[in-house]
C-alpha cells in the first residue's frame, strides 16, 4: 500500500515528462515526412543513412498523398510526400521537388500463365467486357479485378492512364484493397485475379516467395531497367513538397536524395531516381 | 474535520484511475461526433441517404454499406446461433464436466484468435470456394461470434435451477422436452448472448475486409460487399479531408449501433440474473 501512491504519482508526472521531452526533440530538428505510403521506404532508407552519418532525426509516416499535402499546408510535416500529379491549386500553394519516379507493374497470380496484356486489354478487363482469362491464352476461368481503394495514388494514376471514368473504377470492381500489402496477399490467393502495383513492391513480393508476378506491358518487359530508360509506359512521380523553401534538416534531406548515394538507395529500393 | 490521510489519497487516487475510461470514451465519443457532425452538415442528409458512396466524385451514400452491414451481420447470425445454441445446450444440459471444461476452453481460445489470423486462414480456406463475396465475409464473421453467443447462452442455461429440470425428467418427459424448458426458462439470457454478440459483428473489420471484397453494392451471395467497417479500414488511409470526415461518420453510425445492442443486451442479460 506504501507504494500506490508513488505508482500514482509517477503515473501522472510520467505523461508530462514524456510530452515536454517530446517538445525539446522538435527544437533539436526532427524533419517529419507524412503521406504516400509509396514514397516511405524511400524516406526510411534515406533516414537511416542520415541518422548514421549527420545525426539527423528522420520520422516517415504513411497516410496517403492527400493527408501529405494537407499536412503541409497546416505545417503538421517538414515535408509532405505524394505519389500523384499535384492539381494546379495544390501546385500554388506549395514548392515541388521530384524526387523518383515509380513504375506500375500488371500483378497476376504466378500460376496464370499469360504473358502479357495492353492498355486496351487492361480496359476491356477492368470494364468487365471480357471476364475470361482463355481470352488471353489462359484458362477458362473468371477474371478477379483488384482495385486500390478510393484516395490512394496508384488508382489515380490507373485510372488517369486508361482512361476509365471514376463510375467505371466503382462499378465494375471485384475487390478494394486498402494497401499495398493487400494487393499482394489477395493475389497471392486468388489464381485468377489482376491488379496494379508499384513495380518495387511486387519484386520484394516475389522475392519473399510470394505466387505474384508481372506480366509485360504493351509488349514491354516489367523490369527496373526499362523503367529508367522510360521505355516501360506506366510510372508515375514521387514528389516531395515543402510550403516554403525547405530549411534545416529538410533542405539536408532533399539535397542528400539527389546526392549519387541518395540516387543509389533510389535505387535500391527499385524506384528511378531522377537524372 | 476532513483530513487527507493516507487511505484517502489512496481511494481519491483510484477513482482518478477508474475516471480514465470514461473520460476515454466521452473524448472519443465527442471527436467522432464532431467530425461527423461536420460531415454531415456538409454533405446533407439526402445525399447520405443515397445509395452510390463515391467520395472521388463526392457521393457519400451510407445506404448501401449500412445495408451490406447489415446483411452480413444477419447472415452471419443464421449461421452462428444454431450453432452456438446447440453447442450451447449439449454442454450446459448433458456434458460431463470434463467435456464441459475442455469445450469451454477451446471455445474460449477461438474467441481469443486475432481477426487477423482469422482473416489469413479466410483468405487461404475460405475465399477459393466463395470469392470475395457476402458468403465469404458471412462465414468467416459466424466463425468470430459462435464464441460469444455460445459461452454467454451456456452461462444463461447453467442458471436454470437444477430442481426445474430434474422435475421434467421425473415427469417421464423425453430430453429433448426437457432441453425446451432449458431455454424457455433461460430465454433472456440467450437473447442478450446473441444481441452481444451481434454487436461483436457489427464492429469486426479486419477479417471481414480480408475476405468481403469491399464494393459497396447491391449484397447478393457470391458477390463483393461493402460493410461500413471495412470501408472504414481500406479507405482510412488514403482519405483526406470530407473524405476523412465522411468515414468519421461511419465510425460514428458503428458506434452508435454497437452502443445501443450494448445496452439492449445488457439489459436483457440482467433480466436474466446474468
Request: net charge positive; hydrophobic share 50%.
Amino acid at each position: 500500500m506504501k507504494l500506490l501512491p508513488l505508482i500514482l504519482a509517477a503515473s501522472l508526472i510520467a505523461p508530462a515528462a514524456l510530452s515536454t521531452n517530446g517538445c525539446q526533440r522538435q527544437k533539436t530538428e526532427q524533419v517529419v515526412v507524412t503521406g504516400a505510403s509509396t514514397v516511405y521506404p524511400i524516406v526510411q532508407m534515406a533516414a537511416e543513412e542520415l541518422r548514421r552519418t549527420k545525426g539527423l532525426n528522420v520520422m516517415g509516416q504513411g497516410g496517403g498523398s492527400t493527408r501529405g499535402f494537407e499536412d503541409c499546408i497546416t505545417g503538421r510535416n517538414s515535408l509532405g510526400a505524394m505519389a500523384r500529379e499535384l492539381t494546379p491549386e495544390e501546385k500554388a500553394q506549395v514548392m515541388v521537388f521530384p524526387i523518383a519516379y515509380d513504375g506500375v507493374g500488371i500483378v497476376v497470380h504466378t500460376s496464370n500463365q499469360i504473358a502479357g496484356v495492353t492498355t486496351d486489354d487492361l480496359r476491356r478487363i477492368y470494364r468487365k467486357q471480357v471476364t475470361s482469362w482463355s481470352d488471353f491464352g489462359g484458362e477458362n476461368a473468371s477474371i478477379v479485378v483488384v482495385h486500390k481503394a478510393e484516395g490512394h495514388a496508384l488508382r489515380e494514376v490507373f485510372m488517369n492512364y486508361t482512361g476509365l471514368t471514376p463510375d467505371e473504377m466503382t462499378r465494375f470492381t471485384d475487390v478494394t484493397a486498402g494497401d499495398n500489402a493487400q494487393v499482394i496477399r489477395v493475389i497471392a490467393n486468388t489464381s485468377n485475379a489482376i491488379g496494379y502495383l508499384s513495380l518495387g513492391e511486387v519484386i520484394k513480393a516475389a522475392e519473399t516467395g510470394q505466387p505474384v508476378r508481372l506480366v509485360k506491358f504493351n509488349g514491354i518487359e516489367p523490369v527496373m531497367e526499362n523503367v529508367t530508360n522510360k521505355t516501360y509506359p506506366l510510372f508515375h512521380p514521387l514528389y516531395l513538397i515543402s510550403k516554403g523553401e525547405p530549411k534545416g534538416g529538410s533542405r539536408v534531406l532533399l539535397d542528400f536524395l539527389r546526392s549519387p548515394e541518395g540516387k543509389a538507395i533510389i535505387r535500391q529500393g527499385n524506384y528511378v531516381p531522377l537524372e | 474535520m476532513f483530513r487527507w490521510n493516507k487511505t484517502r489519497w489512496c481511494w481519491a487516487g483510484a477513482m482518478g484511475l477508474g475516471l480514465v475510461p470514461i473520460l476515454a470514451i466521452f473524448a472519443l465519443a465527442i471527436f467522432l461526433f464532431w467530425n461527423a457532425a461536420g460531415a454531415s452538415a456538409q454533405i446533407g442528409i439526402r445525399e447520405l441517404a443515397a445509395t452510390e458512396w463515391s467520395p472521388q466524385q463526392g457521393r457519400y451514400g451510407v445506404a448501401l454499406l449500412l445495408a451490406g452491414t447489415l446483411a452480413v451481420s444477419a447472415l452471419a447470425l443464421c449461421l452462428a446461433v444454431p450453432v452456438a445454441l446447440c453447442a450451447a445446450g449439449y454442454l450446459a444440459l448433458s456434458a460431463g464436466g470434463k467435456v464441459r471444461a475442455a469445450a469451454n476452453a477451446a471455445i474460449g481460445l477461438l474467441g481469443g484468435i486475432p481477426s487477423v489470423v482469422i482473416g489469413l486462414w479466410a483468405m487461404t480456406w475460405v475465399v477459393p470456394g466463395f470469392g470475395n463475396s457476402w458468403i465469404s465475409a458471412s462465414v468467416v464473421l459466424a466463425l468470430m461470434i459462435v464464441p460469444t453467443i455460445t459461452l454467454l447462452s451456456g452461462a444463461a442455461l447453467r442458471l436454470v435451477p437444477a430442481d426445474l429440470l430434474e422435475a421434467s425428467r421425473a415427469l417421464g418427459m423425453s430430453e429433448g422436452i426437457v432441453a425446451r424448458v432449458a431455454f424457455h426458462h433461460a430465454r433472456w439470457g440467450i437473447l442478450g448472448a446473441v444481441v452481444l454478440g451481434t454487436s461483436r459483428a457489427l464492429g469486426e473489420a479486419v477479417a471481414v475486409s480480408m475476405v468481403a471484397g469491399n464494393v459497396a453494392s447491391w449484397p447478393s451471395l457470391t458477390r463483393p460487399i461493402a460493410t461500413l467497417t471495412t470501408t472504414l479500414i481500406v479507405e482510412l488511409d488514403g482519405a483526406a479531408g470530407l473524405h476523412r470526415n465522411a468515414l468519421y461518420l461511419l465510425a460514428c453510425i458503428v458506434l452508435l449501433a454497437i452502443s445501443a445492442l450494448s445496452i439492449f443486451g445488457r439489459a436483457a442479460q440482467r433480466k436474466a440474473g446474468i
